[in-house]
């Protein structure tokens, strides 16, 4: 079935930029996800790319898609401490309006002053 | 203010006595989810719902039951708790068509 896997924890300093890296084993999801948690709360959408895109920037975020690879990632410029959370790639299972998502574990992104 | 609200949000309860967990959305969204979070696991779907009465298991849905009389609320309901349905629980909904699913504030529910 499908599958998405990221690294379980990164730790980066202020100021310094966080690449965090998801891989996925499902070459027909129409989209990809990142989902941000901040601590005692529910999920919100950070940002997605098209299956059909390679790349796409929005302010700090910048999310790179290498279809072959089946892998995805996000890089987020000038870390914060306000960055740190958890945050989890998510692909669509299905083409129809259902959108079912399939998360990975989630990586803890812990940003040192 | 358009939001997923979910009650409670904290419950500790014992094995085999029945609960329910609300879920509730005021965006007028045909799609609600249920997930469970667990370490290392990400978040899995319980069941979900396509619109009243439309309801589908998800990857995990032994030992949880939902039911979805009308479109804001989609709850879920423990039978007979055990300690493996310890976990965190989320709700979403979302619009047929639409990418972008809305999330609760999470359930941390602990059954000992």
């Known amino acids: 079935g499908e599958d998405v896997e990221q690294s379980l924890f990164l730790s980066v300093r202020e100021g310094d930029s966080s690449v965090i890296n998801c891989t996925y084993t499902d070459s027909s999801s129409t989209y990809l996800y990142w989902y941000k948690q901040e601590p005692g709360a529910g999920l919100q959408l950070l940002t997605y790319i098209f299956s059909n895109m390679d790349m796409k920037q929005d302010q700090r975020l910048t999310v790179l898609l290498n279809k072959k690879d089946k892998h995805l990632s996000l890089r987020i410029a000038d870390t914060q401490t306000g960055d740190s959370a958890i945050y989890f790639c998510?692909?669509?299972?299905?083409?129809?309006?259902?959108?079912?998502?399939?998360f990975g574990s989630g990586t803890r992104l812990l940003v040192r002053p | 203010e358009a939001q997923v609200t979910q009650n409670p949000r904290y419950l500790i309860t014992v094995t085999g006595k029945k609960l329910t967990v609300t879920c509730s959305q005021n965006?007028?969204?045909?799609?609600m989810s249920w997930y469970r979070q667990d370490p290392g696991l990400g978040l899995r779907q319980i069941y979900y719902s396509m619109n009243v009465e439309v309801t589908d298991k998800g990857d995990v849905p032994e030992g949880y039951k939902v039911s979805r009389k009308e479109k804001r609320n989609f709850p879920l309901i423990l039978e007979s708790p055990s300690p493996n349905q310890t976990s965190l629980y989320f709700c979403?909904?979302?619009?047929?068509?639409?990418?972008?699913?809305?999330f609760g504030p999470g359930t941390r529910l602990t059954v000992t």
């Open positions: 979403a909904s979302w619009k047929g068509g639409s990418y972008e699913q809305y």
């Open positions: 998510a692909e669509s299972d299905r083409m129809d309006s259902s959108y079912k998502l399939i």
């Open positions: 965006m007028n969204h045909e799609y």
